[in-house]
T-cell receptor, first 113, second 109 residues
């Protein structure tokens, strides 16, 4: 099976702009979770989607949002970008039936100037 | 609130030596614990999870509920084990993983 894919892999934006990142899960996986990875804060959970519904949310401001489509693909959006949003954004997919293994994508590296 | 602590940011050992990467957690319920590894220029991938009780690439980890620890061990380190290792906890029925800050392991020749 193909692994989790994320597009784009790299992105440069300026403060105040917005950005949309995309994640395609492993075929058959219905749960997609998003994480932010920074040198200072490490890996932090953003949110999880299952069957097009946000099922769990981390402690991030409302500028961070997401959605999931009927084919389980997911997008996350960050509005009004700040310098501190520069990070590697990872998505992970799983079947969504319990505390099973999550499979991670390669990430999208976002740089905010 | 749940928390995962990896006290060593960097760890260096010589090839053939035993290695132990420490992980302690705090969680009031019954956690599920994982070790993820990230090799250079590769994606984060699962190394092992406590519920499966497997040995992957020679690594083992035992959940010690009394000490709230889940240390990762390997009796003889190899150079290809050099990587970043993350301990993670999943609580309840959520898919949310709480990660430790990671330990960069370097195995010297």
């Amino acid at each position: 099976k193909a692994g989790v894919t994320q597009t784009p892999r790299y992105l440069i934006k300026t403060r105040g702009q917005q950005v949309t990142l995309s994640c395609s899960p492993i075929s058959g996986h219905r749960s997609v979770s998003w994480y932010q990875q920074t040198p200072g804060q490490g890996l932090q959970f953003l949110f999880e989607y299952f069957s097009e519904t946000q099922r769990n949310k981390g402690n991030f401001p409302g500028r961070f949002s997401g959605r999931q489509f009927s084919n389980s693909r997911s997008e996350m959006n960050v509005s009004t970008l700040e310098l501190g949003d520069s990070a590697l954004y990872l998505c992970a997919s799983s079947l969504g039936q319990g505390r099973e293994t999550q499979y991670f994508g390669p990430g999208t590296r976002l740089l905010v100037l | 609130a749940q928390r995962v602590t990896q006290p060593e940011k960097l760890l260096s050992v010589f090839k053939g030596a035993p290695v132990e990467l420490k992980c302690n957690y705090s969680y009031s319920g019954s956690p599920e614990l994982f070790w993820y590894v990230q090799y250079s220029r590769q994606r984060l991938q699962l190394l092992l999870r406590h519920i499966s009780r497997e040995s992957i690439k020679g690594f083992t980890a035992d959940l010690n509920k009394g000490e709230t620890s889940f240390h990762l061990k390997k009796p003889f380190a190899q150079e290809e084990d050099s990587a970043m290792y993350y301990c993670a906890l999943s609580s309840g029925s959520a898919r949310q993983l709480t990660f430790g800050s990671g330990t960069q392991l370097t195995v010297l020749p």
